[in-house]
């Protein structure tokens, strides 16, 4: 059986407090870590068709630069107007120096 995680990127290359885009058979996520912890959420705010790459890192959430929503990294849900729809989440884990996403599906069912 083969495993639906692909390498994204090394560990090492995302500072702590950061994120990076990374791209995955067409489709956009980023990949974020806060402290020794990785997340990975769609590329796209919920309330506008807007990329939240454009935005920053505030704690464990990311904040969407167009309108000001911040989405929660390990849920997806939005915690400010006027996003009220959460964004897609995904299982990240690190192996090998490697942070892989599991692209597959969903880990929030969004």
């Not at 885009?21 to 996520?29: A, K, L, Q």
């Not at 911040?70 to 989440?89: H, Q």
């Amino acid at each position: 059986m083969q495993t639906p995680f692909v390498a994204v990127a090394a560990a090492e290359a995302i500072a702590p407090g950061k994120f990076i885009r990374v791209e995955v058979d067409g489709r956009p996520y980023l990949i974020a870590r806060v402290e020794d912890r990785y997340y990975a959420v769609e590329d796209n705010c919920s309330h506008e068709d807007y990329p939240l790459s454009y935005g920053c890192l505030d704690g464990r959430r990311i904040k969407c630069s167009l309108h000001g929503s911040r989405f929660s990294l390990e849920t997806g849900v939005p915690e400010d107007d006027p996003a009220d729809s959460p964004i897609a989440t995904f299982q990240v884990r690190v192996a090998e120096g490697q942070v892989w996403l599991d692209p597959s599906r969903p880990a929030n069912g969004g």
